[in-house]
């Protein structure tokens, strides 16, 4: 079995920062991609950042130039630091990992989400 485990959400104030990190725990055998998306009231998730395991990254036009995500390998560890937040930035975080597990198997791994709200 396999867990994402993510940490670092909470309240902060436009123009404020947040480092989100997700820990993938469980039998793992490798983790490809990784990533983080969003999810507002009344919306649809979306994608914000993704990286694969040789540190190719990508980002949602809205965020970029703001957020960085990251990766240790090592640890199965992402890690999203969040700059110059907004309030539409205000949303569930969740991570995704792309996981083969020690048995083989493939599969999208999601954590349990994080809120993230940014006051005006």
């Known amino acids: 079995q396999v867990q994402l485990v993510e940490s670092g959400g909470g309240l902060v104030q436009a123009g404020g920062s947040l480092r989100l990190s997700c820990a993938a725990t469980g039998s793992i055998a490798s983790i490809n991609a990784m990533g983080w998306y969003r999810q507002c009231p009344g919306k649809q998730r979306e994608s914000v950042a993704g990286?694969?395991?040789?540190?190719?990254?990508n980002y949602a036009d809205s965020v970029k130039g703001r957020f960085t995500i990251s990766r240790d390998n090592a640890k199965n560890t992402v890690y999203l630091q969040m700059n110059s937040l907004k309030p539409e930035d205000t949303a569930v975080y969740y991570c995704?990992?792309?996981?083969?597990?020690?048995?083989?198997?493939?599969?999208?791994?999601w954590g349990q989400g994080t809120q993230v709200i940014v006051s005006s």
């Open positions: 995704n990992a792309d996981v083969t597990s020690l048995n083989w198997k493939v599969f999208d791994a």
């Open positions: 990286i694969t395991r040789d540190g190719s990254r």
